[in-house]
Nanobody, 123 residues
Framework: QVQLVESGGGSVQAGGSLMLSCAAS????????MGWFRQAPGKEREFVAA????????AYADSVKGRFTISRDNAKNTVYLQMNRLIPEDTAVYYC????????????????WGQGTQVTVSS
């Protein structure tokens, strides 16, 4: 059974940084594209970033490009999201997700999801 566990969320002031982690188990981690999504209250879940199995290719939402960095450690079955220069609009629950195949920015194209971790950015 696939399990994804996010951690690292919290409350920060605007301009601050957080690093999210997503630990995966129950799967051959290196076979999967990994994505980060987020969902703010009253809004749809939206794409944040994704990384291919090798880490050789990444993709970012325009809203986070240049501020967030996705990375992975296949030896630790973990994907990370380094978030810098946070702004209040980044406030949301952040989820990691798995996908077989190429990078997709669509939530419905992903198979397994974690429970999410809350990120709150105050102005």
């Amino acid at each position: 059974q696939v399990q994804l566990v996010e951690s690292g969320g919290g409350s920060v002031q605007a301009g601050g940084s957080l690093m999210l982690s997503c630990a995966a188990s129950g799967l051959t981690f290196a076979n999967y594209v990994m994505g980060w999504f987020r969902q703010a209250p009253g809004k749809e879940r939206e794409f944040v970033a994704a990384i291919t199995w090798s880490g050789g290719s990444t993709a970012y939402a325009d809203s986070v490009k240049g501020r967030f960095t996705i990375s992975r450690d296949n030896a630790k079955n973990t994907v990370y999201l380094q978030m810098n220069r946070l702004i209040p609009e980044d406030t949301a629950v952040y989820y990691c997700a798995t996908r077989i195949g190429g990078i997709s920015t669509q939530a419905r194209g992903h198979d397994d999801w974690g429970q999410g971790t809350q990120v709150t950015v105050s102005s």
